[in-house]
């Protein structure tokens, strides 16, 4: 007997429309120019990641969080169907100036019980318009053709899949990172 994988199963899903308005990504640049502001990390490989970012507190836009837990609930119960899913960290604002990058990695730990709860899910957002900047692609591994990023759309993949950022050869990549979890997989 062969066992296939469910047709409606995906490792990888683009919005094929915004989920974020033009004014709500304004709004969250915006407020990622007041946060603190670090340089992003690799804790396994220095050298593997050259970009600025900045967390958005929960309190400071509420419904921005509810909006993409709303949205993320439905997409994981027609796409991916794990369970236990919610948002369990700050997003994060990752910004990517000519040369930046970040080079292949998971946004999961090898040892899940390192890290509970365990991400399951990532969603990237690009808040600005693609007209300014170019490179900046982000390429998941095993998929043929980059998600397609509009200002606004997102792409939401398994946490456990390889994924980068490629260097950014002119202007300003802004996005929008979260990460969705629950207990470890079974």
């Known amino acids: 007997m062969i066992i ?19 004014k709500l990504c304004q709004d969250i640049i915006n407020l990622s120019k007041t946060l603190p502001r ?8 220095e050298g593997k990641r050259a970009s600025t970012i ?16 709303t949205f993320i609930q439905k997409t994981n119960r027609n796409h991916f169907g794990f369970g236990d ?17 970040y080079d292949w990695h998971t946004d999961t730990c090898i040892d899940m019980n390192l890290e509970p709860p365990v991400r399951k899910l990532s969603m990237t957002l690009l808040l600005n318009d693609p007209s300014e900047f170019d490179g900046g692609e982000l390429k998941i591994a095993g998929v043929e053709t980059s998600p397609i990023m509009k200002q606004g759309h997102a792409a939401i993949f398994a ?28």
């Open 4 to 22: 296939t994988e469910p047709k409606w199963k995906r490792w990888v899903v683009e919005t094929t429309g915004h989920i974020f308005t033009p």
């Open 159 to 186: 946490s456990f899949l390889q994924h980068k950022v490629t260097p950014v050869t002119r202007g300003v990549r802004r996005s929008l990172v979260m990460w969705f979890g629950g207990e470890p997989f079974k």
């Open 54 to 69: 900045g967390w958005i507190p929960f309190n400071k836009m509420q419904s921005m969080y509810d909006e993409v837990n």
């Open 85 to 101: 899913i919610q948002i369990t960290e700050t997003a994060q604002v990752s910004e990517y100036t000519k040369g930046e990058f």
């Open 38 to 45: 670090e340089k992003g990390k690799v804790f396994e490989d």
